[in-house]
């Protein structure tokens, strides 16, 4: 593949989804910077908890860390053909500095809008839940477990709903959004790097149209 496929798209418009079945079915590996900033939870210390707050907040972490963050897991030994960025670049800074590190590693860069009406990713968010063992993403309305609350694959593990899935949290994560990521929506359009699929409707078809994109 050679190159950096970067999904681009507000809270909630299925980035994690298709990455995740991208990973699964095309051994591409999806780098999303909220899981990693998740997985901080565990740690006890200074910058973990003050990570969990931004993220809580509905704000983004420093472009610095997660620059850092991005580079060493890039560097390891499964991203040398390529990579899928779930949930990165969301400012201008880091989109010029992802534009370093991918002349370094050298790959191209292909950004994919994942379009979704504002009025549907209020309900997808606010009924997201997540098994904690494999990461399959439901929704309480739309895909919900076989089982109330509890993962079809791992029936002794309860879902998880993100501490930043609630209506509070998630209408500051659209403002910033729209504040900081969707301009680079533009950015990489006028450099002829975009395109866009639809991110209604079936889960199949959206993951038919972006792959036919990769
Ligand atoms: P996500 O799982 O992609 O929705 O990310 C959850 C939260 O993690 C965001 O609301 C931010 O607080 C933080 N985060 C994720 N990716 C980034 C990023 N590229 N830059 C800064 N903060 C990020």
Same mark, same amino acid.
């Given at each position: 593949?050679?190159?950096?496929?970067?999904?681009?798209?507000?809270?909630?418009?299925?980035?994690?989804?298709?990455?995740? @079945?991208?990973?699964? &079915?095309?051994?591409?590996?999806?780098? =999303?910077?909220?899981?990693?900033?998740? /997985?901080?939870?565990? !740690?006890?210390? #200074?910058?973990?908890?003050?990570?969990?707050?931004?993220?809580?907040?509905?704000? !983004?972490?420093?472009?610095?860390?997660?620059? $850092?963050?991005?580079?060493?897991? *890039?560097?390891?030994?499964?991203?040398?053909?390529?990579?899928?960025?779930?949930?990165?670049?969301?400012?201008?800074?880091?989109?010029?500095?992802?534009?370093?590190?991918? =002349?370094?590693?050298?790959? /191209?860069? +292909?950004?994919?809008?994942?379009?979704?009406? +504002?009025?549907? !990713?209020?309900? &997808?968010?606010?009924? +997201?839940?997540?098994? #904690?063992?494999?990461?399959?993403?439901?929704?309480?309305? =739309?895909? #919900?477990? $076989?089982?109330?609350?509890?993962?079809?694959?791992?029936? %002794?593990?309860?879902?998880?709903?993100?501490?930043?899935?609630?209506? /509070?949290?998630?209408?500051? &994560?659209?403002?910033?959004?729209?504040?900081?990521?969707?301009?680079?929506?533009?950015?990489?359009?006028?450099?002829?790097? @975009? =395109?866009?699929? %639809?991110? *209604?409707?079936?889960?199949?078809?959206?993951?038919? /149209?972006?792959?036919?994109?990769?």
């Amino acid at each position: 593949m050679d190159k950096i496929i970067v999904l681009i798209g507000a809270p909630g418009a299925g980035k994690g989804t298709q990455a995740r @079945l991208l990973q699964e &079915r095309e051994g591409i590996p999806q780098i =999303s910077t909220g899981d990693m900033f998740r /997985e901080m939870k565990t !740690l006890d210390t #200074p910058l973990a908890r003050e990570v969990q707050e931004i993220m809580k907040s509905g704000k !983004l972490i420093s472009d610095d860390i997660t620059y $850092k963050i991005v580079r060493d897991r *890039t560097s390891r030994d499964d991203c040398r053909s390529g990579y899928i960025l779930d949930g990165y670049p969301r400012t201008a800074v880091q989109a010029a500095q992802l534009e370093d590190l991918a =002349s370094e590693q050298g790959f /191209e860069i +292909r950004a994919i809008e994942v379009d979704v009406p +504002r009025g549907e !990713l209020l309900k &997808r968010l606010t009924g +997201r839940r997540n098994c #904690p063992v494999c990461g399959e993403i439901y929704n309480i309305y =739309s895909k #919900p477990p $076989k089982t109330d609350n509890v993962c079809d694959l791992h029936p %002794d593990t309860q879902l998880n709903h993100r501490a930043d899935d609630n209506e /509070e949290s998630v209408s500051a &994560r659209l403002e910033t959004y729209d504040e900081q990521t969707k301009p680079l929506i533009e950015y990489y359009e006028n450099s002829g790097r @975009l =395109s866009r699929v %639809d991110g *209604t409707g079936d889960v199949e078809a959206i993951y038919a /149209e972006l792959k036919s994109l990769i």
